[in-house]
């Protein structure tokens, strides 16, 4: 199940024969795949509306795979198949009639989905002569048309009133929809949030997987359980973390349940695919999340001696556009300046070697544990929290003391609280990076007399 609204792609990988079938692959450009199968699958002399309706359903049937991830999540790779018992005719090298073409080129970008709904219908069809179904008779959009039924209308015939056309939609390139990173407890973000959402709506078609209190993208106690439980109720080893094969599992299963693959849909609503953090970061931009994003080059940075430093403002400036460009060359991705998806990954991935290889005490202060630490968490980097919090408190009476007990319970979850108040961070109670750097350069100050964070003191660190 792909994140965020649906876009067009740029290709299309076609498997040629069944699915389970030894047959190879081919991929192309999306607007030569659509031409290729309506080229396939009606005839050029129809009317030219009933081109139209059926090129409409010809596209958003291969977007409804493509969003469904339908044979990808079930461990295929390839988006669709070739043949009709499966999907819609495609014969790889063939040539396209002229019109068809042009209309194509006109309309590929074009979908039709249910109102209120976001994803690609599932517009099934059939030849309407030797086959029939719920969904378009091609061979009846031409008696439409010659009728007098606009497009428009030969869908709403036979897909309901209740549908919309999209228009121009964006090409973008595909990714696949796992994060190419596991997520555990204590991973934040927006494909916390999406499997959240997944989960919740499984367990309202399998009870017995618990319901996710709030999908607030902070994996928690609570997204573990339901995760583990997911995995024991669909046959993976229950860790309750979610690696690749437990998240296309999870997306299957709520394609499934949610019958987004099917005509009857249950559909997809914005609320349900709408980011909570940006989706990508870029100069100009300011807030919590560009916090995030330079703290974590700061440290990087202090490592990597190719990664240009940068300060923890809160603003993306030309010193953070600079910084992350280097990173970016380091790690062999684009050096666009905009904190993407692929680059937030490899930004983890670099700045969880250093966390795991240099121990707390081989700093005199911690890095943050590259994990959300919240209400429930235990563990050596809670006590690390509590006693930052407790030497504060000898000089800020309003954040309280903690015993050093390593569970993240009430009072600890006060004293945080209470600290992002008096320094000017959302009092969530919650501990992400900003407010472990925040904690941990506060209580350098006091315990120290200056700053001695790794990513600001470089020769407290060992540079990779």
């Not at 047959?23 to 002399?45: G, L, Q, R």
């Not at 002569?129 to 008696?143: E, F, N, P, R």
């Not at 998806?341 to 005490?361: C, F, M, S």
């Amino acid at each position: 199940m792909l994140t965020g609204k649906p876009f067009i792609p740029e290709t299309i990988t076609v498997h040629l024969g069944y699915p389970d079938e030894n047959a190879p692959n081919v991929t192309v450009d999306f607007a030569s795949y659509i031409k290729n199968v309506a080229s396939s699958e009606i005839f050029p002399t129809w009317p030219e509306n009933a081109l139209r309706a059926n090129i409409y359903a010809i596209t958003t049937y291969a977007l409804n795979r493509i969003y469904t991830e339908w044979y990808r999540s079930k461990g295929y790779d390839f988006d669709i198949t070739s043949t009709t018992q499966y999907d819609q005719k495609f014969i790889n090298g063939r040539e396209y009639f002229e019109n068809i073409s042009y209309l194509v080129d006109e309309l590929f970008n074009d979908y039709v989905r249910r109102q209120g709904t976001v994803e690609p219908l599932f517009t099934a069809f059939c030849n309407g002569t030797t086959s029939t179904c719920d969904g378009l008779s091609q061979w009846g959009t031409v008696t439409l048309a010659n009728r007098g039924y606009t497009p428009y209308e030969i869908l709403q015939y036979y897909y309901g009133n209740n549908i919309d056309i999209v228009k121009n939609a964006p090409v973008k390139t595909t990714l696949q929809s796992y994060p190419d990173m596991v997520l555990r407890q204590g991973t934040a973000g927006n494909d916390v949030r999406f499997l959240q959402i997944y989960l919740n709506r499984i367990s309202g078609s399998y009870p017995a997987i618990p319901k996710i209190p709030q999908a607030d993208g902070n994996f928690g106690r609570a997204t573990e359980d339901a995760v583990r439980r997911f995995q024991e109720v669909f046959g993976l080893e229950p860790t309750g973390e979610v690696n690749a094969s437990t998240w296309y599992r999870i997306t299957y299963i709520y394609t499934s349940v949610k019958h987004i693959a099917d005509l009857d849909s249950e559909g997809v609503t914005i609320d349900e695919i709408t980011p909570i953090y940006p989706e990508q970061l870029g100069i100009g931009m300011s807030g919590n999340e560009v916090e995030v994003l330079q703290y974590y080059l700061a440290v990087v940075g202090a490592y990597y001696e190719a990664v240009a430093p940068v300060e923890v403002t809160g603003y993306f400036g030309e010193q953070t556009e600079r910084s992350l460009k280097s990173f970016q060359r380091v790690f062999g991705l684009p050096q666009t300046g905009i904190a993407d998806r692929a680059t937030w990954n490899d930004l983890y991935r670099a700045y969880e070697g250093i966390a795991v290889t240099v121990k707390p005490q081989y700093t005199p202060v911690a890095l943050y544990p590259n994990r959300v630490l919240q209400e429930g968490s235990s563990g050596e980097s809670v006590r690390i929290l509590q006693e930052y919090l407790t030497y504060i408190n000898q000089t800020y009476r309003n954040i309280p003391a903690v015993n050093n007990t390593g569970y993240y319970g009430q009072l600890t979850k006060q004293s945080v609280t209470a600290f992002q108040r008096q320094f000017g961070i959302n009092p969530t109670g919650i501990t992400g990076a900003v407010t472990w750097d925040k904690i941990a350069g506060v209580y350098s100050d006091l315990r120290y007399g200056f700053d001695k964070r790794p990513y600001q003191n470089p020769g407290y660190t060992i540079r990779g």
